[in-house]
């Protein structure tokens, strides 16, 4: 369902998750509140593949003419808006560490810079006969 939608969209969400599993495995040795830093970057994580399908979502409805430049704003407005409130609520009933909240969050950008990266292992590992470009290649031989 999320490939009919974008893409790049699962591959970006798989990013997400290997991000947060690294920073999961990487900080809990280093946190104090040990807890507190899980729960926080698993929101800011949840936080971050809602994000990315959400903003998969208005960009489609964009481009099918469906909204205009002032729904993508609206949209990207209302996105920050929940992000914000996220974080409000993880602090005032503390529900986690705000920091590690955000950098959970932060892996939607890094998962959207290694997201070339993920596509080639990911079609690598399914077979280098079953790339794209590697298609495109053989139809005009």
Not at 49 to 62: C, G, K, T, Y
Not at 96 to 110: D, E, Q, R
Not at 120 to 128: E, M, N, P, R, T
């Amino acid at each position: 369902m999320l490939r009919r939608l974008n893409k790049a969209l699962p591959e970006l969400i798989l990013g997400i998750l290997l991000y947060g599993a690294l920073l999961q495995a990487a900080g809990v040795w280093l946190a104090q509140e040990k807890l507190l830093y899980s729960t926080g970057l698993w929101i800011g994580i949840a936080t971050a593949i809602f994000m990315a399908i959400h903003m998969a979502v208005v960009l489609e409805d964009a481009v099918s003419a469906r909204g205009g430049q002032g729904k993508l704003v609206a949209m990207s407005l209302l996105r920050y808006a929940a992000v914000v409130l996220v974080f409000f609520c993880m602090t005032r009933f503390r529900l986690g560490n705000p920091l590690s909240g955000f950098a959970g969050v932060m892996g939607l950008k890094i998962a959207a810079y290694l997201q070339p990266f993920i596509h080639k292992a990911v079609w690598k590992k399914k077979g280098s006969d079953d790339l794209p470009q590697s298609k495109e290649k053989k139809q005009e031989e």
